[in-house]
Nanobody, 116 residues
Framework: QVRLVESGGDLVQAGGSLRLSCLAS????????VGWYRQAPGKQRELVAN???????NYAASVIGRVTISGDFAKNLVSLQMNSLKPEDTAVYYC??????????WGQGTQVTVSS
């Protein structure tokens, strides 16, 4: 079992920045990658970015150049630095962990609201 706890969500003005953090506990050695997803009202949950133990990263096209994911798997901490935020970034952001046997774990989510 892996537990993921997010923090850092907030209300911010357009153009502002936020840093989200995801702290993992439990059987963290089983994690292959950790990522951030978001879900806006009435929309499907979508991948924002993820990072593998090898530190390979992937980003959604809509956030490239504005978002940076970083991870310290020794400390079980993955962060998402978001700059130049837009109102369309408003969503609940979820931390996701995928294990080597393809099991998915989710955090409880943290709200990000970007006002125009």
């Amino acid at each position: 079992q892996v537990r993921l706890v997010e923090s850092g969500g907030d209300l911010v003005q357009a153009g502002g920045s936020l840093r989200l953090s995801c702290l993992a506990s439990g059987s963290t050695f089983s994690l292959k990658n950790v990522g951030w997803y978001r879900q806006a009202p009435g929309k499907q949950r979508e991948l924002v970015a993820n990072i593998y133990r090898s530190l390979v990263t992937n980003y959604a096209a809509s956030v490239i150049g504005r978002v940076t994911i970083s991870g310290d798997f020794a400390k079980n901490l993955v962060s998402l630095q978001m700059n130049s935020l837009k109102p369309e970034d408003t969503a609940v952001y979820y931390c996701n962990g995928e294990t080597y046997d393809s099991h998915q774990y989710w955090g409880q989510g943290t709200q990000v609201t970007v006002s125009s």
